[in-house]
Every structure is written in structure tokens, then in C-alpha cells.
């Protein structure tokens, strides 16, 4: 498999806090990639710089063979690298289908069309249907997005991700909050995502973790000390010590 | 309010302000035919302002800079012979639209209290720069020396000028329905609603606020054309700042992100400030916290008194 996302060196200083501090990681084509640490690791950070969000104060990234490092996040997001948010973050005055809808027209060509009604657009409302119906939100499509349940929002989150058909997905704690039946039903759908696309996700559960990654890297202090197979990262003392404690993960 | 319900308002609010001119000259009160046209005239100058600030979020205090500009336009044209309305207009038109893509090209690059103070920095630029210009009459002002002339219609005859104002506003009311429901009305509704998202799914916002900057700042360029062939006099107070201010509450109090939000904020408030101004000439004292209290209690205007459901 050939690497998708390759990173080299990134840091990222918030004052004397060096929540980045030389990251290197490299992301294989197809592949999901968990990413896991304590709080405060700078999981949400390196998140950030790889969406385009936070400007790196070092280092390159790399996606597809490109260079992306000088790219803010709305030119990152048409080469194909979607994110979702670990605080949902949504438009809560749309209803659901808008929520996804204005996704598609995001990757649709220019918005400068004035005059029909988008709503009424098949070529919009069809296909962010369709990703609504994947996640299981189809009957949700007509509700206002603030009144969804948490759960759902946090489906609508991957959905938007979905709609914009990335190459690499970054997934920011996409079961935060949830509870356990429903930490399950989005963990299934993940991972029918599988092997079709190339994942980041960065996730407290381990249940999550262990069965979705193909591959684990541990970041602690802002740097990557292991990435290696579910079964190599649980091995590892190093990471037993600095991150896992002294309790046995799931 | 059902679609239906919604087409009834449009139509008995239409039909009740074409009924003005002919009930205003049976009773011989031309007087309220003039407040009419005037409150039409602010109601087109609110729902372009309601366009970046409802639906942008853009809070713009210095939009009453194009209703200058626009009056500028067409009085300083007068000024030098030209009163073909059609020039005059389109003139108004332009230069306000070049003038909102000057401020807005600087000030859409900020945000916050920054936006506010830049926009209306630029707004007190103009105005000064009004003030200053003697050939136009400094701060007094000038009359407009003739107003603009159309081919077949007469703009001195009070009525018709009524509907011209009435069919413009009309006329913007629904290009700005159609706006903002379009793919353009969404990224710009989407980029108030939740910027970071936004980005995130691929769109700079920059570039969609800019047009929706010109395009509010070129409407509202025309009511400025209207406004100065209305008073028949060009004085740089059309650029005040508590004009600005005025155009503000006008879509607050009306309701933002409502098309016809704009139209009953300006009949509220001018039909307010004439009645006041009857009683008392402290009148401000009055006014004052009743648009207060409707910011406190009716968050969504008085276009959210009609319409709970949204």
C-alpha cells in the first residue's frame, strides 16, 4: 500500500505549550488509522494542522504526493480531505438535508447562483439523501438540526463528512458522548467504511480503537512514541507505561 | 405561516399600499401619501442592509454610506445638466457597488467589533468628505436641481413617483427572496450560521460575503437615487451615522433574516417617530425603550409575530 498522508516534522507551539512537537506520520492508502493518547496529548491539535485549520509553525504535510502544508482548510477539504468535529459543529438553524446538502454544493463548483431555489435542487438533495439514509437519519431529514438528538448530530457530523466524498477522512471522537448501544450502531457503520476509505480517527474508546484501526499510533506530549498493529500497540511497555496505566484496555 | 397564509399577507400588505395614493387624495391628505413613500423608501434601503446583516450576519454600521453615495449620484449629475434617469441611476447603482467593494474588500477581513467600527469609519469618511466638498454646498446641502427623468414617467407627479417607489421595493423585495434561497443565500446563511464548518466542507466564506457586500450596497444605492429625488434636496446627513444606526433597527426590529422583516421595521419605526414627534418633542425619550423592550422580547421581530413556527 502506498502512503495517502505523509507528515514530517510538524510542530505547533500555543505560547510555552508545545502541543505539536515534530510529529512524524505517515497514513497508507485504504487504511484506518487510530490515533490515540492521553488528554491533552495534542490529538485536537494535530487534528487542526491536518485539516488546515490551525497554521503548523514547522514541518510538512504531505497528501497524495502534494505538498498541503501552506493550504488553508477550505482548499484542503476539495483535494479531498474531510474532517469531522469532536464538539459537534453543525448548522443548527438548517434542518438536517440542508446540513448535508450545503456539503455536496461545497464540492458542486462555485456558489455563485442566484437565482433557484437550492432546496429544490435534485442534484443537491438527492445524494445528501442518500448519505442521511446510510447514516440512518433519512426520517430525520426534515428536522432542524439543533433539535436532534446528540446521537444523531453526532451521525449528522460524519454524514457532512461523508457528503463532501473525501479521500481521507479525519475523524475527531466520533463516539464522544454516545452511549453504548449507540457507540455500537456507529462503530458498525465505520466500519462498513472500511478498506473504501482512508481514516484517521482519533478515539478515547477503545472499543472503537481496537476494532476499527488497522494501525495505532500513540501520541503523548505532542509526539508519536509508537505506531504499530492493535496487537503490537498493547504489547508495547512504552505505551503501557506512558499511556494505557496500569489498567488492562478491553 | 403556511406558503398560502404567507402569499395572503403579500398580497392584502400589496393591495393596502396601492390603496394609499387614491384614499390619501379622497380624504386631501397628500401628506400621508409622502410619509408612505418615504417609509418605502427606507423599507428597500433596510431589506438590502437585512441581506448581510440577517442573512450574512455582517453587522454593517455604515450602510447609510450608499444611500449617499446613491443621492450623491444622481444630485451631483443634476447638478451638471445630466437628469436622464436612466444614467442617473445606474450611476447611483455603480459607484455605491464600487464603493461596497472598496470598504467591503478591507472590512470583510475582520470580524466582531472590528467589522462594526471599520465600516462605519469608512461611513464617517464619506460623510466628512461630503461635508467638505463646497461645489455640492458643504453641510447645507444643495436642492436637487431637477429630479430624474424617465421617458413617460413623471416624477413630479406625486402618485406616480409613489408607484415607481412602490414597485421597486417590490421589484427587491422578491430578487431577494429568490437570492437567498439560492445556492449563493445558503453558503452566505451557512457561513453566519457556523463559519469553521463551513471552511471545512470546502468554502471560504471571503468571496460570497464580498458580493453579498456589493450586492446589498448597490440596492441600497438605488433607494439613496430615490431617497434624494423624494426630499429633492442632497445633504451629507443622508451619510450620518444615526442614519446607519436607523437602517439597523429598522431590521431588527422588523426581523433579520426575514424578507419582509425589513419593510414592517421601517413602517414601525418611522410610523412611530411621526406619531411621537406629534405629541412631543422629546419623543426620542419614547422611542427610545420601546425598541428596547422589542429587542428584549421579540427576538425575531415582528416578522417572528407572524410567523412562530420557523
Redesign the interface.
Known sequence: MSSLLEVRGLKKSFGALRASDGIDLEVREGETHAIIGPNGAGKTTLIGQL?G?LRSDRGEVRFAGENITAL????R??KGL??S?QIT??????STL?NV???V???AGH?????????E?AALCAPAQAILEELGLGARAGVRAANLAHGEQRRLEIA?AL??RPRLMLLDEPVAGMGAEETQRMIAFLSTLKGGKTIILVEHDMDAVFSLADRVSVLVYGRIIATGSPQEIRANPEVRRAYLGEEEPA | MSPRNRAIALGLGLLLLAAVPPVASLFNQPFYLDLVRRIMIFAIAAASLNLILGYGGMVSFGHAAYLGVGGYAVGVLAHYGVVDGIVQWALAIGASALVALVIGAVSIRTSGVYFIMITLAFTQMLYYLGISVEEFGGDDGMRLAAKSRFPGVDLNDASVFYYLVLAVLVLVLFLGHRLVNSRFGMVIRAARSNETRTRAIGVSPYRYRLAAFVIAGAVCGLAGALLVNHTAYLTPEFMNWTRSGELMFMVILGGMGSVAGPVLGAFALLVLEDLLSGWTQHWQIVLGPLLVLSVLFFRRGLAGLFDKNE
Open positions: 485539516a485549520e488553508p482548510a477550505p482548499a477539504s476539495r474531510a474532517r468535529f459543529s453543525i448548522y443548527p438553524d438548517f440542508e446538502m450545503l456539503a454544493q461545497a464540492h456558489s455563485f447562483r442566484f437565482w433557484s431555489p437550492a432546496r435542487e457532512m457528503a463532501v
